[in-house]
Structures are given as C-alpha cells and as structure tokens.
C-alpha cells in the first residue's frame, strides 16, 4: 500500500494569503486526487492531479482558486489562493493503487483563516 | 448518477453490543463499495471493500458488511462494540474510473 505525507501538518493563515500543500507518495502513482473536508462535513474532490496534464476539477472549484501542480509521479501540490475564513477545512490528497482497487488517503492538512 | 446514503448521521451504542451503520448506494451498474474510518484528529483508513467477489465482506478490527443487490444496501456491522470504535464512518461508492463519492459520513459514539 501506497504510504502518503502531507505538509504542513496544519496551519493558521490570514484572509487574504495563500498556501501551498504539499503531498509526497513513497511509490509512483498515475492518478493523485485532492479533497476538502469542511468541519463537521464529508469529503468533497476538488481535483484529480495527472502528471503532465492539467489538474480536471470538479464543479465548484475553479484552477484560479485552487492551483495544482504535478511535476512528477511522486509529488503534487494544491495552493489554495486569496484565503477567506470559508476555507477552513482539512485538505486531503489520495492516489489510487489499481493494484488494490482502493485509494490511500495521506493525513490531511488543517487550515484555519482568521 | 452516482450517489450514496448514509441513513443515521450519528449512532450511539454501548459497549459490547452490536453496531450497525447504514448505507444505501445508488448506480446504474455493479459498483465498487467501501467503508472508511475517521479517528479524531486522524486520517482515513480503510475497513473494508467489495468488488464484486463475496457479499459477506470481513474487513479490519471485527467490521463486515454485506452488499444487497436487491435492496442497494452496504450496511457495516460489528458483533461487539469496542471504546475505540468511537470514530466517523463514511461508506464510499466507486462508479468507475478511479473517482470515488463519499457519504456524509455517520458519528459513531460507544458507551460506557
């Protein structure tokens, strides 16, 4: 099984900035998938991550909002831009492993937005 | 399209009797199916999945469910209820091509 990290771990940010996370996957994977978990809510794609394609996001979520990147098969980033206190959620990267027809899920990450 | 219900939003049980967590799928063919468990503060794990092999799946720390064609149903169950089941619940549905949709998820809480 696919062994995924996330940083930062958590953090607190202004309205108004941006951050970038970060997901590493200890083995190559195709397909790399970003979530966001509102508090007291269930997961929600944002976007799955190609490598060397465009991220496809899901209604809702606009490129503009939230870059990605995939520079690899082992690493992708989602910066989410122009933070506003709505965007306090924990954001959640996954890959898919065909292999066991299941998706890993890393940590998460836990962002506030005073 | 593709959906998943899950009927209780928060279940509470006490310790050493059964649980049960409903879930309720919708597909217009065969789809892949999947409990996952939050800890608090923690990430996603993976209890158990069907993909069309056995009905009676057995997954991890004593869960299994059961896939009911007929009725759309992946109902988790658990003989005994443990402390450190408290957790959330979220049954998954896969349609296909590697996307996977989420439940809103069902608090389970044990009671002393």
């Known amino acids: 099984s696919a062994v995924i990290s996330q940083k930062p771990s958590r953090d607190i940010c202004q309205r108004g900035t941006s951050l970038t996370i970060q997901c590493q996957v200890d083995?190559?994977?195709?397909?790399m998938f970003w979530y966001r978990q509102q508090p007291g809510q269930s997961l929600t794609l944002i976007a799955t991550?190609?490598?060397?394609?465009?991220?496809?996001?899901e209604s809702g979520f606009v490129i503009d909002k939230f870059p990605i990147s995939r520079p690899n098969l082992t690493f992708s980033t989602l910066t989410v831009s122009n933070m506003s206190p709505e965007d306090s959620s924990i954001y959640l990267c996954?890959?898919?492993?065909?292999?066991?027809?299941?998706?890993?899920f890393g940590p998460g990450t836990r962002l506030t937005v005073l | 399209a593709q959906s998943v219900t899950q009927l209780d939003s928060h279940v509470s049980v006490s310790e050493g009797t059964p649980v049960l967590l409903r879930c309720n799928y919708s597909s217009s063919y065969s789809p892949s199916l999947f409990w996952y468990v939050q800890h608090p503060n923690k990430g996603l794990q993976l209890l158990l999945k069907y993909t069309s092999a056995a009905t009676l799946v057995k997954g991890i720390n004593g869960f299994e469910a059961e896939f009911k064609k007929s009725e759309t149903s992946f109902h988790l169950t658990k003989p005994s209820a443990h402390m450190s089941d408290a957790a959330e619940y979220f049954c998954v549905v896969s349609p296909g091509a590697s996307k996977i949709i989420f439940g809103s998820g069902t608090r389970l809480s044990i009671r002393p």
């Open positions: 996954s890959v898919e492993d065909l292999a066991y027809n299941e998706q890993f």
């Open positions: 991550a190609n490598q060397g394609s465009e991220a496809t996001y």
């Open positions: 083995s190559q994977v195709t397909m």
